[in-house]
């Protein structure tokens, strides 16, 4: 009998647990590709997609949001966050965009991993995902003339683009990770009051 009701509590403990992975880390599907300012970002990196949710508090990102779009008072610069903070391992992504003056294609240059005023002042794009082979967080920005930006919309408070390129590793430059299949559209007035459940 003591076996038995241990054997059923085991069970009970093992579908707790799958639950809870499933509910912080689900699969998802990409957005479509818009220009309507739906708030949208996705990307596929290594099979998975990724998309933005806001930190849960005690997540590995902190507080804050799934997405928010950063820039300077003269526009010399803006730079798209993305984060999955419900996440148990969490992702992280900075699209650094300077300068931003029209739709088009931009050829981004290589990545210092840093934002913000210390980032390089051209655009770049970098990220840190969980890589379970070292049970850490990998870094991985853009290559210089290999990675690319597509601006498609840029008008009326709505940035709405396609990213793509070879990215590179940062303690191992040898080591690329390929996307193909970036892709975001902001709203720049609604995106503050916008959740990422």
Same mark, same amino acid.
């Given at each position: 009998m003591? $076996?038995?009701?241990?054997?059923?509590?085991?069970i009970i403990?093992?579908?707790?647990?799958?639950?809870?992975n499933?509910?912080?880390?689900? /699969?998802?599907t990409?957005p479509?590709?818009?220009?309507?300012? &739906?708030?949208?970002?996705?990307v596929?990196?290594?099979?998975?997609v +990724?998309i933005p949710r *806001?930190?849960?508090g005690? %997540?590995?990102l902190?507080s804050?949001?799934?997405?928010v779009? #950063?820039g300077t008072?003269? $526009?010399? #610069?803006?730079e798209?966050e993305i984060k999955d %903070? &419900?996440s148990s391992?969490?992702?992280n992504?900075?699209?650094h965009?300077?300068p931003?003056i029209?739709t088009?294609? @931009? =050829?981004l240059?290589?990545?210092?991993?840093?934002d913000?005023?210390?980032?390089?002042? $051209?655009?770049?794009? +970098?990220?840190? @995902? #969980?890589?379970?082979?070292?049970?850490? +967080?990998a870094? +991985?920005?853009?290559? !210089?003339? !290999?990675?690319?930006?597509? @601006? =498609?919309r840029l008008?009326?408070?709505?940035?709405?683009g396609k990213f793509f390129g070879k990215?590179?590793?940062y303690d191992?430059?040898?080591n690329? @990770?390929q996307? =193909?299949?970036g892709?975001f *559209?902001?709203?720049?007035? /609604?995106?503050?009051?916008?959740p990422f459940?």
């Amino acid at each position: 009998m003591r $076996n038995l009701i241990l054997t059923i509590t085991l069970i009970i403990l093992q579908s707790c647990s799958k639950d809870n992975n499933v509910t912080k880390n689900p /699969t998802f599907t990409l957005p479509p590709e818009t220009q309507i300012g &739906a708030n949208t970002f996705g990307v596929t990196i290594n099979g998975k997609v +990724y998309i933005p949710r *806001d930190p849960t508090g005690g %997540g590995v990102l902190g507080s804050g949001k799934g997405m928010v779009l #950063w820039g300077t008072s003269d $526009n010399s #610069w803006y730079e798209l966050e993305i984060k999955d %903070g &419900a996440s148990s391992v969490g992702f992280n992504m900075v699209i650094h965009m300077e300068p931003l003056i029209s739709t088009g294609q @931009i =050829t981004l240059k290589q990545s210092n991993f840093q934002d913000n005023i210390d980032s390089i002042r $051209n655009s770049h794009i +970098y990220f840190k @995902i #969980w890589d379970s082979n070292i049970s850490n +967080y990998a870094y +991985y920005g853009s290559v !210089e003339n !290999e990675c690319f930006l597509n @601006i =498609t919309r840029l008008d009326s408070g709505i940035l709405s683009g396609k990213f793509f390129g070879k990215f590179f590793r940062y303690d191992n430059p040898n080591n690329f @990770i390929q996307i =193909t299949d970036g892709r975001f *559209d902001i709203n720049g007035f /609604t995106l503050p009051n916008h959740p990422f459940p």
